[in-house]
């Protein structure tokens, strides 16, 4: 089974999803819309969801914590179900610290295979937790922000909080 929520985050004004099974947060879309969210968490992984906001309440405190600027690293279980080349890549991104941005190009070395800079963006678009695997601290090569599931000006103020905070 798997538990979601609808949480707001007010330094962005607007809401997203979060979802849970028993081995940790499994996803979170980015966006507003309840039946899209649900279309892609069963995509992902087919077992049923039920709304249940207490169940998640720790992983959002966390969440709004880190948008309010007074946490660089969460402690929550996840969840990620992917290919290995995936599964490399979201650990290097994991693994880039609080402030800190790398290029696709670093991060496909950093994942094992420095000449899958594409492959490396693929992945941190189907990123399934994104925020707690920080696909937004990928920027281009040439310095330009690149893109975000949660769009372009979501991605400039994680980044700006990070660079003032961290």
Not at 20 to 47: A, P, W
Not at 96 to 108: I, P
Not at 155 to 163: G, I, N, V
Request: one cysteine or more; charged letters at 25%; aromatic letters at 12%.
């Amino acid at each position: 089974m798997i538990f979601y929520s609808k949480f707001y985050v007010s330094q962005l004004k607007r809401s997203f999803f979060i979802a849970k099974n028993e081995n940790g947060v499994c996803y979170i879309d980015l966006n507003d819309n309840e039946k899209r969210f649900l279309t892609r968490l069963s995509d992902y992984i087919q077992d049923k969801a039920v709304k249940k906001p207490a169940e998640l309440s720790y992983e959002v405190s966390q969440i709004k914590d880190y948008f309010s600027g007074r946490r660089a690293n969460f402690d929550m279980k996840i969840y990620l179900k992917g290919t290995g080349f995936q599964t490399s890549v979201w650990q290097a991104l994991a693994d880039t610290e609080y402030g800190e941005t790398v290029s696709y190009s670093e991060l496909a070395k950093r994942a094992g295979n420095k000449k899958a800079f594409r492959a490396a963006a693929t992945c941190c678009a189907a990123n399934p937790v994104p925020i707690i695997i920080p696909c937004h601290r990928v920027i281009a090569k040439d310095g330009s922000i690149g893109g975000f599931g949660g769009g372009i000006e979501m991605k400039r103020y994680m980044l700006q909080m990070e660079r003032k905070n961290g």
